[in-house]
């Protein structure tokens, strides 16, 4: 019989013990973002959509080599003197963000961007192209290495 | 009386009509594209493994007669409520302890089935003649044996 | 009302019979607008109530300020839904359960006393009727339920059945008190019992106290709202006896529910809160009695709403020890010490 | 084994034996795509009315095998897969594998430096993932129980984790910031700022939810006295983490078998007291979560007290990893229990095989001892105290 009573006691006083604290969160500012128009400031290391800095790829496949789902796809033509960078490409249905491709970059040139929403109807759509026409590879110069390796 | 009774009856003329015209509005408007894995019953997401219209096994079944009882008696004490504050000034005391000898009797029927546990919730699995847990019985918070056959296809269930 | 009728110039020729046929259907015309309305109105509150409570804003677009017609952009979705079917259900049950949800709702409001006048059938078994059609709801609950050839749904139909049919004997038990005071089922003379200052309304009466809780509670299982919301709970039964529901069916179930949950918070108002009454005589000017009826019912419905974003839900036998050894025992001695008091004061 | 219960046990309160009451079984699918199966869990379930009487719980839904997979990749490689195991609990996991890998490398030879200031990143970032992984766990029970506001609450909290996480590497959900050899990234100031203002404000959200939903009656009754395991049948089954702490066990790899810096703290292991019932229910698992989201709480404050001056977060490590030829397993204590890997090295860039021992796995197929005889309501109350995450168990 005691136990009835303070079972009801207990049900009563918790339940409005929780009321009160949700009671308290009506009256509170929520916390959540109008996503479209309220934006997040991503911070400096946010990994966003891979990039490639054409100008500066040496179309070395490390990159390539380096990324665990072989979402990177380097296509060369010629040797030597007459090497050509025919595609480099980036399938983000694949990528994972993972950011394993930008460290073995010798010139920096794929970067984790801070874009994040690419969204597209067509899968194929997500496969981005970077090289239109045939580029040369950048050939960093002698002088601009031993710089770096002062700095 | 007769016309508020009837407004009750027009009234569900009216929401039989709304009910309609709304089916019938969405029926025009929506599209209609049925197919088999559509309109398949909703199993979590996989095949339904035979069908949901058996002996349901409802252990509360002991309540629907109790409610029976509690019910046709709420139903007898609506008019004694009603006349109650009259009949205090006409047969005085005697209106209520008319009507807490009937309680009684039914508060005596209750403590019977309360006492006699039939109120709680049957918690055991009830030995089986067509299953495997034939002659033994599982309480609730028990765990039960641990030579489970593991692995059965979904198959050799149905 | 078929006399304000017969004073508007355009329908003073009509012979009465059809003015008050007239007012009928007007009548049952504008409850079927506001249960509409105040559906919807209901389902954005809940939506906001549970948005803020959880630290986050709910809908904000549809309808410019805070999303306010949310509910309508979704009923029209729904309105344009495709219906699906399950194949192997029984069609004439499947169908019918959604239109006794919502008739069951619906036929309650039209003894709902919005004022003195504000009333579509001022019977006088009242509350004897709603208690009699909210009933209705659970053969929806269960023709859905079996109808539907699902198991979820089975499961939901036969805990509602049980839930239901339960907390109706601690329902009406709760009310019996009060009816034995004002010796009326008839809801308007219910509430003019509660007339005058704050202290005639029932609730402050100390003899009524326990009916209240116990009416308020129960009421919550009737219309299957948390912590009692065992025929639909999500996070067991998928959704319960409206699992395979979509479109407009889907939106009668919804419909129904907040219909049911103003009635409930109606008749509570009615009964134990003074209806149509202020509490303040001052105040109590028949052009506010169904803005303050209203008012209060919202009151009761935000309660259910806030009530049901903090509790967690009980278990299906934790529901019937708490209708069957708790508050049926409860609401009998109330009754009987209610009955005593009554007898020795007299 | 077989256990055949007195018959005081299935009767009546008054003594009677029930009496059989003629129906038919129910076979239900729960799952694959049910709410209360944490992911694409799918229970074959047979009832006799609300009772359980046989739970088959099926795998598989959300296998990527990620085992053949790291045949295929380099030991950095790996990382990112490990991630996809326990997601909610990424950064732990990245650890233990990392753990297996620098201790596999010791044990053959190799010498494997891992800076000072290193470690108490590691310490910091990975018990911040702990409190993330409890606090969904606590919010999803919560779900399962009925309530859905303390998911929200705890999900907000969990964000301001995420946010520092993000911060310190990048990302929200799949970090991959633990390397062979230290972390990959130190962590920036603002994020430390933001782990101190964290420390300041999470005890009084712990309280917040105590009131909310752990001391709530039907909470409780819900709870008490649901899903009982004894320790017996949990080290029988391999259960490990607040599953095993819950039934009063106290085994925790971060005292038992300190790794990392561990042995450096002050903290309590929690174990299930049976408070509000019995030693072992649903209750006593959630609220030992509870109480580690508090040590953990501990631990980061005392190793954001004692960090060393900002250093070297790597060791130095060769470019291409070679292990050499031989095997080595190492173990940690993750969120969700005792995580292992077994890697066998033939002294390529890529492991020979790495077999994963994952917590959830173990704990899940206790469901199938427990679940029979409960009802379905306790069912799921008994798989949210599990704590599963089918990433991990499906790898």
């Known amino acids: 019989m005691v136990k009835f009573v303070t079972d009801i006691w207990d049900t009563f006083s918790t339940v409005f013990k929780g009321m009160g604290i949700t009671a308290r969160y009506m009256r509170k500012k929520p916390v959540t973002q109008q996503f479209p128009e309220e934006r997040w400031a991503l911070p400096d290391r946010f990994r966003g959509f891979v990039h490639n800095d054409v100008p500066r790829c040496t179309s070395c496949t490390l990159c390539a080599k380096a990324c665990p789902v072989d979402c990177i796809y380097i296509e060369m033509e010629g040797k030597g003197k007459d090497r050509r960078m025919t595609r480099f490409a980036i399938d983000y249905n694949k990528c994972i963000w993972c950011s394993l491709c930008t460290e073995p970059c010798p010139t920096n040139c794929i970067t984790m961007s801070h874009d994040y929403d690419h969204s597209v109807y067509l899968r194929e759509k997500l496969v981005y192209e970077f090289v239109g026409d045939p580029v040369i590879p950048f050939k960093p110069k002698k002088a601009a290495r031993e710089e770096e390796a002062e700095a | 009386m007769h016309q508020q009774f009837a407004t009750v009856f027009v009234f569900m003329l009216l929401g039989l009509a709304f009910l309609f015209v709304s089916q019938i509005a969405s029926k025009l408007l929506r599209p209609k594209n049925p197919y088999a894995a559509k309109q398949q019953s909703y199993e979590c997401g996989e095949e339904p493994e035979g069908s949901p219209w058996i002996q349901f096994n409802v252990r509360f079944y002991l309540i629907a007669l109790f409610f029976i009882v509690f019910d046709v008696e709420i139903i007898f004490m609506l008019p004694w409520a009603v006349v109650f504050n009259e009949m205090l000034g006409t047969v005085g005391p005697l209106a209520f302890w008319e009507m807490f000898t009937f309680v009684c009797v039914l508060l005596v029927g209750l403590a019977y089935v309360w006492l006699k546990g039939d109120l709680d919730w049957v918690k055991t699995i009830i030995a089986r003649d067509d299953d495997e847990l034939v002659n033994r019985g599982l309480s609730r918070y028990s765990s039960g044996d641990k030579l489970g056959k593991p692995g059965l296809g979904a198959s050799e269930y149905v | ?346 | 084994m077989t256990d055949v219960r007195p018959h005081q046990d299935i009767a009546t309160p008054a003594g009677d034996i029930a009496k059989p009451i003629k129906s038919e079984l129910l076979h239900i699918n729960m799952g694959p795509q049910h709410p209360s199966t944490h992911g694409v869990l799918r229970l074959f379930i047979t009832t006799d009315g609300e009772m359980v009487t046989k739970v088959v719980p099926y795998l598989g839904y959300l296998h990527r095998c990620a085992e053949k997979i790291a045949e295929g990749n380099t030991y950095h490689q790996y990382i990112i897969y490990t991630d996809r195991m326990d997601y909610l609990a990424a950064m732990n996991c990245n650890w233990t594998y990392c753990l297996a890998v620098e201790n596999t490398l010791r044990s053959l030879g190799v010498e494997v430096e891992i800076p000072e200031y290193a470690e108490y990143v590691r310490v910091i970032i990975g018990e911040l993932n702990r409190i993330a992984s409890h606090l969904i766990a606590f919010g999803t029970y919560g779900l399962d129980i009925g309530a859905m506001t303390p998911f929200f609450h705890a999900l907000r909290e969990r964000e301001a984790i995420l946010n520092i996480f993000e911060k310190v590497c990048g990302a929200r959900l799949m970090y991959s910031y633990y390397d062979v050899g230290g972390v990959k990234w130190d962590i920036p100031d603002d994020a430390m700022d933001e782990i101190k203002l964290f420390i300041d404000l999470f005890p009084a959200k712990l309280d917040e939810y105590n009131e909310l939903l752990t001391g709530n009656k039907i909470f409780v009754e819900r709870t008490a006295n649901v899903g009982v395991l004894d320790a017996a049948t949990c080290i029988d089954y391999g259960c490990t983490g607040p599953v095993l702490r819950g039934s009063g066990v106290k085994h925790d790899l971060r005292k038992d078998d300190p790794y990392s810096i561990y042995d450096r703290f002050d903290f309590d292991i929690p174990v299930g007291t049976g408070t509000v019932g019995t030693v072992g229910d649903c209750w006593d698992r959630y609220h030992v979560r509870m109480l580690e989201m508090y040590e953990s709480w501990r631990i980061i404050q005392q190793a954001v007290d004692r960090i060393p001056p900002r250093g070297e977060v790597m060791a130095k490590m060769p470019k291409n990893l070679k292990v050499p030829p031989g095997q080595g397993y190492y173990r940690a204590e993750n969120p969700k229990g005792e995580m292992g890997f077994y890697i066998i090295s033939d002294g390529g860039t890529v492991p020979f095989r790495c077999k994963t021992r994952s917590p959830a796995f173990h704990n899940l197929h206790i469901i199938e001892h427990v679940g029979k005889g409960q009802m379905i309501s306790d069912l799921c109350a008994t798989i949210g105290s599990l704590d599963l995450v089918l990433g991990e168990i499906d790898r």
Not at chain 3, 10 to 29: K, T
Not at chain 3, 268 to 287: E, H
């Open chain 3, 1 to 346: 009302m078929h006399e304000t009728l017969s004073n508007l110039p355009l329908l003073s020729g009509l012979p009465a019979q059809v003015l008050v046929v007239l007012a009928m259907v007007s009548a049952g015309g504008i409850i079927l607008g506001c249960i509409a309305v105040g559906g919807m109105f209901f389902i954005w509150s809940e939506r906001k109530v549970a948005g803020y409570i959880q630290s986050r804003y709910g809908p904000m677009y549809v309808g410019g300020w805070h999303g306010v017609l949310q509910s309508l952009a979704d009923g029209v979705k729904l309105l344009l839904k495709e219906d699906i079917w399950p194949e192997k259900a029984d069609k004439p049950l499947w169908r019918m359960a959604p239109l006794l949800v919502f008739l069951g709702a619906f036929l309650s409001f039209v003894v709902l006393p919005f004022g003195p006048n504000f009333v579509g059938a001022n019977l006088d078994i009242g509350l004897f009727y709603v208690m009699a059609t909210s009933s209705l709801v659970v053969m929806g609950v269960i023709s859905a339920g079996w109808g539907s050839n699902n198991k979820w749904a089975l499961y939901g139909a036969l805990r509602g059945a049980a839930q239901v049919i339960s907390y109706e004997i601690p329902l009406g038990l709760a009310l019996l008190p009060v009816v034995m005071s004002t010796g009326s089922l008839n809801l308007g003379t219910i509430i003019q019992a509660q007339a005058g200052w704050i202290h005639n309304w029932h609730l402050l009466n100390p003899l009524f106290f326990v009916s209240f809780w116990i009416y308020v509670i129960s009421s919550l299982a009737e219309v299957n709202r948390v912590p009692f919301d065992l025929p639909e709970t999500e996070s067991e039964l998928v959704s319960g006896y409206h699992t395979e529901y979509t479109g407009m069916k889907f939106a009668f179930f919804f419909l129904g529910e907040y219909a049911d949950m103003f009635v409930v918070s109606a008749i509570g108002v009615t009964v134990f809160l003074g209806g149509w009454y202020s509490g303040i005589p001052a105040l109590d000017v028949p052009a506010l009695f169904p803005l303050i009826f209203i008012l209060k019912s919202f009151f009761l419905v935000f309660v259910q709403i806030w009530l049901r974003w903090t509790l967690p839900r009980l278990r299906v036998d934790q529901l019937m020890y708490v209708c069957w050894k708790v508050f049926i025992p409860i609401a009998l001695a109330n009754l009987l010490l209610y009955g005593v008091i009554r007898t020795v004061l007299s």
